[in-house]
């Protein structure tokens, strides 16, 4: 079986860490690398996050350090949905250093993308903040990227602010650089991930499945994306979901861009779903998903892991 190569960006954060199980287990891709970036909380804190995942799977993929603040506005974080440790809930024992690159994320990712014999994809479930500084740092890049796929944005409203999503809210200037990049974009918003649920029937499923699945269920039981009894809200894995079985979401092309001046609406992602704005399209946007779908991609692939 041949795998697709992909680099993982993000900022773990409890549905991050869940995507990372899928993704890390998946015999369909080839995960090279793991940047990071400050976002759901400190840098310092989703790297060692990022580590303490590594470390449970058993897996050696290497991880680089990215970008501690955004490109220009002041950081914030989501320390209120994650807990104060980024993945509160769940005792993970203090992970080694020897995963850890010495070069910054941004040349860790040129390196390994140039190195590889197939376009790399890069998967986003983070702010943008290093994909849009590899870019500009290195546009040469962008003839060996496959695709960037991003959980992103929204076409409708907000979970940041009235409009904004809080992986672009967290950096729109570098939003708006990777959208503006001419390479195909592929954005899972907020939206989707609202119907990409996860019950308390299914948590507890997972809580015997499997070793994951029981480190899942007790970081479940801190996440405030959703509640345990309305569902759980899986944002990040529909990203990977995305890779795996498009065919569970309906996709439309269109042009996207990110209001950076809004007094109310900055970070907003301006999906142009009737084309008032006369622009060619630079993305494909993920409108909607077979809940269903998800819900039993989503167990079965958990159940692949250890």
Not at 17 to 38: C, F, G, H, N, P
Request: with cysteine; aromatic share 8%; hydrophobic share 40%.
């Amino acid at each position: 079986m041949t795998t697709r190569p992909i680099i993982i960006d993000t900022d773990p954060g409890i549905d991050d860490a869940v995507a990372l199980a899928i993704a890390l287990y998946s015999e369909q891709l080839d995960v090279r690398l793991i940047t990071t970036v400050a976002g759901n909380v400190s840098l310092e804190k989703v790297t060692k996050n990022a580590l303490r995942l590594l470390e449970f799977f058993g897996k050696d993929v290497p991880v680089a350090l990215g970008a501690a603040r955004p490109l220009i506005k002041a950081p914030i974080d989501a320390s209120d949905i994650h807990g104060s440790t980024g993945m509160d809930g769940f005792d993970f024992k203090e992970p080694t250093q020897d995963r850890v690159l010495k070069e910054h994320a941004v040349n860790a990712m040129y390196r390994v993308i140039m190195a590889s014999e197939q376009p790399t994809t890069l998967v986003p479930i983070g702010p943008l903040t290093n994909i849009a500084l590899l870019l500009t740092m290195y546009p040469d890049v962008k003839e060996k990227i496959d695709e960037i796929v991003l959980m992103g944005g929204s076409t409708t409203r907000g979970n940041m602010g009235v409009m904004s999503e809080f992986n672009i809210a967290a950096d729109p200037e570098a939003a708006k650089i990777v959208f503006q990049s001419n390479l195909p974009v592929v954005m899972v918003g907020l939206d989707v991930g609202w119907k990409a649920l996860v019950y308390p029937e299914d948590s507890e499923q997972l809580k015997g499945m499997n070793q994951t699945g029981g480190m899942i269920y007790q970081l479940f039981q801190k996440y405030r994306g959703g509640s345990m009894k309305t569902g759980l809200k899986m944002y990040d894995s529909c990203a990977i979901a995305y890779l795996l079985k498009p065919e569970m979401f309906q996709v439309v092309e269109t042009f996207v861009d990110v209001e950076l001046n809004g007094s109310m609406t900055a970070g907003c992602t301006v999906v142009d779903l009737r084309g008032y704005l006369k622009q060619p399209s630079n993305a494909k946007v993920c409108v909607d998903i077979d809940p269903d779908m998800f819900k039993q991609w989503f167990m079965e692939s958990l159940g692949k892991c250890n």
